[in-house]
């Protein structure tokens, strides 16, 4: 198994909490300032037999604690065969 990592800095305004929506094939671990938030798989036939391990940012959501200020997430990928990739789209604060 092969892995790879992306990081992305987030600047917030104040402490909040926003929603990541995360797609991603095979697996992923989220990390928010260092500290593990989230494992999830998403490969092929794994979900269901008709899964077809498909990137979709509507596939999993995850509900970041941000502080105010710099905060690092970083996502490390796992690819078990056939190709890897993935998607994120952040929310806005929740109210």
């Given amino acids: 198994m092969k892995v790879v990592y992306a990081r992305a800095v987030i ?7 926003r929603k990541l929506a995360i797609g991603y094939s095979d697996d992923v671990s989220v990390f928010l300032n260092g500290r593990i938030l989230w494992r999830g798989r998403s490969a092929q036939n794994f979900r269901d037999p008709a899964f077809l391990g498909i990137v979709d940012a509507e596939n999993d959501a995850v509900w970041l ?31």
Avoid: H, Y
């Fill in 11 to 17: 600047d917030a305004e104040r402490d909040e909490t």
């Fill in 65 to 95: 604690p941000l502080k105010k200020g710099r905060n690092e997430l970083v996502l490390a990928l796992s690819e078990l065969g056939g190709g890897w990739g993935f998607v994120c789209r952040l929310g806005d604060a929740v109210p």
